[in-house]
């Protein structure tokens, strides 16, 4: 009987690696503070902004308003008890329908959901830090992405330079605002 090689096994777990149920990537992951870093899609991606946190929070908090900003991003729509922990969000990212579900909203601080789409699990994280007392921001956007595979069409660095992407029109936008 033939056995599959080490890293061939690890390879196609990688592959088919559907992740946590949901509900323990909301409350343990998400909540956490935690991506799940077994996910074969994973990336990060960090910018400096000359805006003081409150500008950068409230453009992050605005959920609503993230299709004039956001690249790629339309018709978010919010559950009714708005942007808090447990509630559900649905939006469309490059014409891709979007469930999502609020894990951390804490002010000026961080921005963290759950998302379900088309079989994959995905945690997204914003983390805020105040610069220079108060005058900059410093975001870091982390996400991971579970799923069969998912990282055949939407491997890490592409999930990267979407996160890229979305930091560069928050900076923009931040920064835009605060030199009115």
């Known amino acids: 009987m033939a056995t599959m090689p080490v890293a061939s096994r690890s390879l196609l777990g990688r592959v088919f690696y559907s992740g946590p149920p949901l509900t323990e990537l909301q409350q343990h992951y998400a909540k956490g503070g935690l991506i799940d870093d ?19 929070w409230r453009l992050l ?24 922990p447990d509630e559900w969000f649905r939006w ?13 909203v ?4 961080e921005l963290c959901w759950t998302g379900v789409l088309a079989g994959t699990r995905a945690v997204h994280r914003f983390r805020l830090t105040p610069l220079n007392e108060g005058r900059a921001t410093e975001v870091l956007s982390e996400e991971s992405i579970g799923g069969p595979l998912i990282a055949l069409y939407f ?8 996160l890229r992407n979305w930091l560069g029109a ?6 835009a605002e605060v030199s009115r």
Do not use: C, F, Y
Request: charged content about 20%; cysteine-free.
């Open 170 to 175: 928050l900076k923009s936008t931040a920064e």
């Open 106 to 109: 804490d002010p000026r601080r």
């Open 155 to 162: 491997p890490s660095d592409k999930l990267r330079t979407v």
């Open 92 to 104: 469309k990212l490059n014409g891709m329908s979007i469930k999502s579900t609020l894990a951390v």
């Open 61 to 84: 908090h605005d959920l609503p308003s993230w299709p004039s900003w956001v690249p790629g991003v339309a018709a978010v729509r919010q559950g009714p008890g708005g942007t808090v």
């Open 38 to 56: 077994r996910a074969p899609v994973a990336a990060s991606s960090r910018v400096r902004i000359e805006a003081p946190p409150a500008t950068v």
